[in-house]
């Protein structure tokens, strides 16, 4: 089609629509809408002609209407205790990727740990319109879980619960905690303490319980004494420190404690990297040297453990898998709603620096 200098441009009357697209590319308006919504059965030619009338008048699709008649929103919700969290901001990098690839976007919905929030999240939010849900809980229980399941497809992140009837994806807590354990041990390292219990009841205990499991059995395997006075319990919960019990505070906090009974101690398991970041700092202003004192170990690989000093010995949990994993079952979720749920486990390894290796 021709415009005279005198003809309006169908760009400067408003948004652009599929009609005034078609007078563009000479088409009618149904061939632009085949185009648009990815139908195959058209010609190079005029996929060519329409995208270039496209990216011309700057045309956006109506997304409301494709979703109505696709039923999605092409959008994805990743629920987490605290993006302030480095594991929780790294994941949520992982998973923002993942959907990219898929042509998802992912809004990121922070619960701090509040039942509220999370109950918010079981019942498929009532604000949000999303096609799934990666939830990681924090404060629910399956009970209440199970209570509060909406219809929204959802994936359970961790091991704060399982679910039988809900698909999950999960890093085994206990196998790397051994392994964490074995590595001092390994070492040379046979009096070993573990920073990171969380008080029975409270929230995050279930994921500490099955960390201390792992470092309890690694002790036991290697026929070395678990002193209970050597589960170091954290305690502090509020506002004003927004990564919870597993803080770098609460890190540095306990540790001054533990200081004062170092013979005692020449190897420090962490639960987190930011509980093992904490005591770097406290063992670095007692002038206690780390590792040839006491050697220290996290759970994590976050940034600051490569650059902490000395650089931290820590688990990595492989967050790219984690991602794919979780997005993975969540859109199978999506094709196969009858499908059985299934748990899937993504890998870790152990990344050995400075903390725990001399010389």
């Known amino acids: 089609m021709e415009r005279t200098p005198d003809s309006p441009s169908p760009k400067k009357a408003g948004l652009p629509t599929l009609k005034d697209v078609a007078a563009v590319a000479g088409v009618s308006y149904r061939t632009v809408s085949n185009v648009v919504n990815g139908h195959k059965y058209i010609s190079d030619a005029t996929r060519t002609s329409v995208e270039a009338a496209i990216r011309e008048l700057g045309y956006r699709p109506q997304l409301a209407g494709r979703q109505l ?62 096609d799934g ?91 070395l004494t678990v002193d209970p006075l050597h589960l170091i319990e954290v305690s502090r919960w509020d506002q004003l420190h927004p990564d919870g019990d597993y803080s770098r505070e609460e890190g540095y906090e306990r540790t001054k404690e533990l200081i004062p009974h170092l013979s005692e101690v020449d190897g420090l398991v962490c639960a987190n990297d930011l509980l093992a970041i904490g005591a770097l700092r406290a063992f670095r202003e007692a002038r206690i040297n780390v590792p040839e004192q006491i050697a220290v170990v996290g759970w994590d690989n976050t940034a600051e453990a490569a650059y902490s000093a000395p650089s931290l010995t820590t688990i990595a949990p492989d967050l790219n898998e984690i991602a794919r994993l979780a997005v993975g079952a969540l ?29």
């Open 69 to 130: 008649r696709s039923g999605r929103s092409r959008l994805l919700t990743l629920s987490v205790p605290f993006i302030s969290h480095p594991y929780f901001a790294q994941l949520a990098h992982a998973v923002v990727s993942e959907a990219e690839k898929l042509e998802y976007d992912v809004v990121i919905d922070e619960t701090r740990g509040l039942l509220e929030r999370e109950l918010r999240v079981a019942a498929g939010f009532r604000t949000i319109l999303t």
């Open 331 to 359: 859109l199978r979720r999506l094709d196969q709603p009858d499908a059985p749920p299934k748990t899937d486990s993504a890998p870790y390894t152990l990344v050995q620096r400075e903390s725990t290796r001399i010389g």
């Open 133 to 223: 849900i990666l939830f990681s809980p924090l404060s629910m229980d399956l009970k209440r879980f199970e209570a509060e399941r909406g219809d929204t497809p959802l994936v359970l992140l961790g091991e704060r619960f399982r679910s039988a009837e809900i698909d999950s994806v999960v890093v085994d807590n206990v196998q790397s905690s051994y392994d964490a354990t074995t590595c001092l041990i390994d070492a040379g390292r046979r009096r070993l303490a573990f920073l990171g219990k969380v008080p029975a009841g409270t929230i995050g205990a279930a994921p500490a319980d099955l960390r201390i499991r792992g470092f309890v059995q690694a002790l036991e395997a290697h026929d």
